[in-house]
């Protein structure tokens, strides 16, 4: 089992910069797939960015050039760097884990979840 939690959510004004952590349990998830989704209110759970095993990665059109998705297996953690925040980012932030595989963006193809963090970017 794999236990996630995640930590570095608040409230940024726009233009402002937060990090993201997901620190793993259970198990090492060097060899895992580790998402960030995210949730807005009265919006359906989406991608954000992706890092597989290989340190290759994925982004959401919208978040390219701001955020940047980044692994540290020797502490179990992956990272999420988000700058130039928007608004429209404000949601709960989740990370999730799964066996390598594609899809990568599908969130049914994750088996472990955070609890989430709140981001609100808002003047």
């Known amino acids: 089992q794999v236990q996630l939690a995640e930590s570095g959510g608040g409230l940024v004004q726009p233009g402002g910069s937060l990090r993201l952590s997901c620190a793993a349990s259970g198990r090492t998830i060097s060899s895992y797939k580790v998402g960030w989704f995210r949730q807005a209110p009265g919006k359906e759970r989406e991608y954000v960015a992706v890092v597989r095993w290989s340190a290759s990665t994925y982004y959401r059109d919208s978040v390219k050039g701001r955020f940047t998705i980044f692994r540290d297996n020797d502490k179990n953690t992956v990272y999420l760097q988000m700058n130039n925040l928007k608004p429209e980012d404000t949601a709960v932030y989740y990370c999730?884990?799964?066996?390598?595989?594609?899809?990568?963006?599908?969130?049914?193809?994750?088996?472990?979840w955070g609890q989430g963090t709140q981001v609100t970017v808002s003047s």
């Open positions: 999730a884990a799964g066996p390598p595989g594609v899809p990568v963006t599908m969130a049914s193809t994750y088996n472990y």
